[in-house]
């Protein structure tokens, strides 16, 4: 079947460069040669040249690389270069698993010193102590108990919330309600929640002086977003990985369509007075 395959494609690309006019060829290749030796145009080559069959798509190596880095290369027989998507993949996926993990486990930290140092009450309590400072047309009689109830001491958040936004001017923020995130941010980045902390002067009378408590806990919340912020470096280029892999795996699989191919050639060689068709195969794989 080989040879039958070879022999049209040897006479096809002969027949198209002679003149067809009364031509019966045999089916051989030795012998329709010389059948049309006579009208072949001198010192001209035949060639015909074709990729092989099999193919490989380069969409497909794309989208392999693109779910799994490294997949598409292998589909491509780029083994040394999936063995880098691959790793790169491995080290991200670690760094961003190993440093979220730090960055909750520090979050857990700063959060326990919060709960154990920084009070509502003796925030809502300073600010009501100073509240003619903070804003004069206020009173602090009216507030004070629809604040901070005389029987058990809790804080009616409603009511501090509704105290701040009638001062204005430095209390640009309401407190959050307990627990949430955005709670603990404030607390230790907001000078007016600075007198909630255990180890400030109740004295003071100017909310921008800081406890020891206060920057030692801004500084535990900014470590805790340093690990999230490599965490989520991380990520990112798990996504650019993924990205580049697939790019490359597509590049890769036309490359290997390309660099697979197979001559076919059909040279006349002139032999007492003339000429005969040798067919020769060149093999050639591109690295």
């Not at 395959?5 to 051989?28: D, K, M, R, Y």
């Not at 049309?36 to 990729?51: A, D, M, R, V, W």
């Not at 999230?228 to 990205?243: D, E, M, P």
């Amino acid at each position: 079947m080989k040879k039958l395959l070879c022999s049209l494609i040897f006479l096809s690309s002969i027949f198209a460069q002679v003149p067809q006019e009364n031509i019966q060829l045999t089916g051989s290749l030795i012998n329709d040669s010389r059948i049309i030796q006579s009208s072949y145009l001198p010192n001209e080559i035949i060639k015909h040249n074709f990729q092989v069959n099999n193919k490989k798509s380069p969409m497909l190596g794309g989208l392999m690389s693109l779910i799994i880095p490294g997949a598409g290369e292998v589909y491509a027989e780029q083994y040394w270069k999936a063995a880098v998507f691959l790793a790169v993949e491995a080290a991200v996926i670690t760094t961003a698993i190993i440093y979220d993990k730090k960055g909750d486990d520090k979050t857990a930290d700063f959060e326990n010193f919060a709960n154990q140092n920084w009070s509502a009450k003796r925030y809502a309590e300073w600010t009501l102590d100073n509240l003619q400072r903070l804003n004069p047309e206020l009173d602090a009689s009216n507030y004070r108990d629809r604040i901070i109830n005389p029987v058990d001491g809790t804080v009616n958040w409603s009511e501090l919330n509704n105290l701040e936004r009638a001062i204005g001017g430095g209390y640009s923020h309401t407190l959050a309600p307990y627990g949430e995130q955005q709670y603990y941010e404030m607390i230790g980045k907001y000078p007016q929640f600075s007198h909630g902390w255990s180890d400030s002067n109740p004295a003071d009378t100017d909310y921008h002086i800081l406890s020891p408590f206060f920057k030692s806990y801004s500084t535990m919340r900014g470590d805790a977003n340093d690990l999230y912020g490599v965490a989520s470096t991380a990520v990112i280029f798990i996504y650019v990985n993924h990205f580049l892999s697939a790019i490359d795996a597509a590049w890769s699989v036309a490359n290997y369509n390309n660099n697979l191919a197979v001559k076919l050639r059909v040279e006349p060689i002139h032999l007492a007075g003339k000429y005969d068709f040798v067919p020769t195969l060149n093999f050639r794989l591109s690295f």
